[in-house]
């Protein structure tokens, strides 16, 4: 079944202990992105990477990092979480990563920041 | 820059009702346009998308949307609502000009079908 996973699903932690965030697809996908979902606000990106080992901020990208060292897999690492990073947040892929393709979303990762 | 506005949170509805879900953008150049729904604990799946051509567009779930370049509106519209489309419905754009194939959201409008 073409996919696009997540892990954990869901998330409590501190602040400032590091955590990484998993995503992988097995649609070949050349493009991946993450988006965090806060209420009122829709989705907003943080990063996307239009294939390996290329990778680039999006609208909120602060306080995250990201890498592309497999084409299927794209971790997001919060390297000192913050409160206001509590969010949920997801993973999706697309073919080529042109404007008009649809974009396939993980089921999302629901993280708490104490 | 791009900008959606999704023009009601909430829409409550009965079984059976119609109901039209709004949806304004603002763009500078041709956009690509995307509804997504988000049912509970799930990921986005995609309803349907304009990207060129008629401007009605047909989706799943007897779904269907109206692209006015004019009113720069996307609206979403089912003729006969059921329980199980009770979801967050998300209006989205992107285009070609900016990097990143970037999907900008409106903020979401939560659907909720009663019996």
Same mark, same amino acid.
């Given at each position: 079944e073409a996919q696009v996973t997540q892990n954990p699903r869901y998330l409590i932690t501190v602040t400032g202990k590091k955590l990484t965030v998993t995503c992988s697809q097995?649609?070949?996908? #050349?493009y991946m992105s993450w988006y965090r979902q806060d209420p009122g606000l829709g989705l907003r990106q943080i990063y996307y990477s239009m294939n390996v080992e290329v990778t680039d901020k999006g609208d909120v990208p602060e306080g995250y990092k990201v890498s592309r060292k497999e084409k299927r897999n794209f971790p997001l690492i919060l390297e000192s979480p913050s409160p206001n990073q509590t969010s949920l947040y997801f993973c999706a892929s697309s073919?080529? =990563? +042109?404007?008009?393709e649809t974009q396939y979303f993980g089921p999302g990762t629901r993280l708490l920041v104490l | 820059a791009q900008s959606v506005t999704q023009l009601d949170s909430q829409v409550p509805v009965f079984e059976e009702a119609p109901v039209e879900l709004r949806c304004n953008y603002s763009s500078s150049v041709s956009v690509y346009l995307f509804w997504y729904v988000q049912y509970p604990n799930q990921g986005l799946q995609l309803l349907l998308k304009y990207l !060129? =051509? !008629?401007t009605l567009v047909k989706g799943i779930n007897g779904f269907e949307a109206e692209f006015n370049k004019s009113q720069t509106s996307f609206h979403l519209r089912k003729p006969s609502v059921h329980i199980s489309d009770t979801a967050e419905y998300f209006c989205a754009v992107s285009d070609e #000009?900016? !990097? =990143? !194939? +970037?999907l900008t959201f409106g903020e979401g409008t939560q659907l909720t079908v009663n019996p």
């Open positions: 097995n649609m070949n996908h #050349e073919f080529s =990563g +042109r404007a008009l | !060129s =051509g !008629s #000009e900016t !990097s =990143g !194939s +970037r």
